[in-house]
T-cell receptor, first 116, second 116 residues
Framework: AQTVTQSQPEMSVQEAETVTLSCTYDTSENNYYLFWYKQPPSRQMILVIRQEAYKQQNATENRFSVNFQKAAKSFSLKISDSQLGDTAMYFCAFMNYGGSQGNLIFGKGTKLSVKP | GAGVSQSPSNKVTEKGKDVELRCDPI?????LYWYRQSLGQGLEFLIYFQGNSAPDKSGLPSDRFSAERTGGSVSTLTIQRTQQEDSAVYLCASFRTSGRTGETQYFGPGTRLLVL
């Protein structure tokens, strides 16, 4: 069974600085998808970034980028120029490829606090 | 609608009572998931609906949990004889699928259930 591990329960960063959140996963599959979701206090899960495992290039979305190391099964999220609005829980998630069913498998999350 | 909606936003109930949680997916989205998020945990898959196919109920924790999806749109998650360990946030997600996996799941704001 696939598992997702986030080893940092809590992190903090100063506004405008850069922070990296760690995520590792375990799977025997070769094709899959990886996601980072953000959950602010409003509880709304918001997609931050996604990565297809067959793509070697790391995904980037504005201030958010990932470091995808397929051999190491690592998928870290880097937030540049941190803003107060980035304060939230961040969840790493895995989805199998193939077929039409694709539930997400989540890590336990990292609580990020951005300090002024 | 513009996004996934869920109701009620919050629900307090007494142990042993039944509760119904509602999810209204994004119009045109054929796939719908229910997840449970317990305090300090990641999301746990409960059940998956895809079009007119039989739902995947493999994540339901007990036979007290059931869900249906009427007309391929609105879904209701029912918990019978609620227990205190059922207290959690219940999140619904939907996505449009053409038979491919890896599409982004869009989440509703969740229902926070508290069983006294």
């Amino acid at each position: 069974a696939q598992t997702v591990t986030q080893s940092q329960p809590e992190m903090s960063v100063q506004e405008a600085e850069t922070v990296t959140l760690s995520c590792t996963y375990d799977t025997s599959e070769n094709n899959y998808y990886l996601f980072w979701y953000k959950q602010p206090p409003s509880r709304q899960m918001i997609l931050v970034i996604r990565q297809e495992a067959y793509k070697q290039q790391n995904a980037t979305e504005n201030r958010f980028s990932v470091n995808f190391q397929k051999a190491a099964k690592s998928f870290s999220l880097k937030i540049s120029d941190s803003q107060l609005g980035d304060t939230a829980m961040y969840f790493c998630a895995f989805m199998n490829y193939g077929g039409s069913q694709g539930n997400l498998i989540f890590g336990k999350g990292t609580k990020l606090s951005v300090k002024p | 609608g513009a996004g996934v909606s869920q109701s009620p936003s919050n629900k307090v109930t007494e142990k042993g009572k039944d509760v119904e949680l509602r999810c209204d997916p994004i119009s045109g989205h054929t796939a719908l998931y229910w997840y449970r998020q317990s305090l300090g945990q990641g999301l746990e898959f409960l059940i998956y609906f895809q079009g007119n196919s039989a739902p995947d109920k493999s994540g339901l924790p007990s036979d007290r949990f059931s869900a249906e999806r009427t007309g391929g749109s609105v879904s209701t998650l029912t918990i019978q004889r609620t227990q205190q360990e059922d207290s959690a946030v219940y999140l619904c997600a939907s996505f449009r699928t053409s038979g491919r996996t890896g599409e982004t799941q869009y989440f509703g704001p969740g229902t926070r259930l508290l069983v006294l």
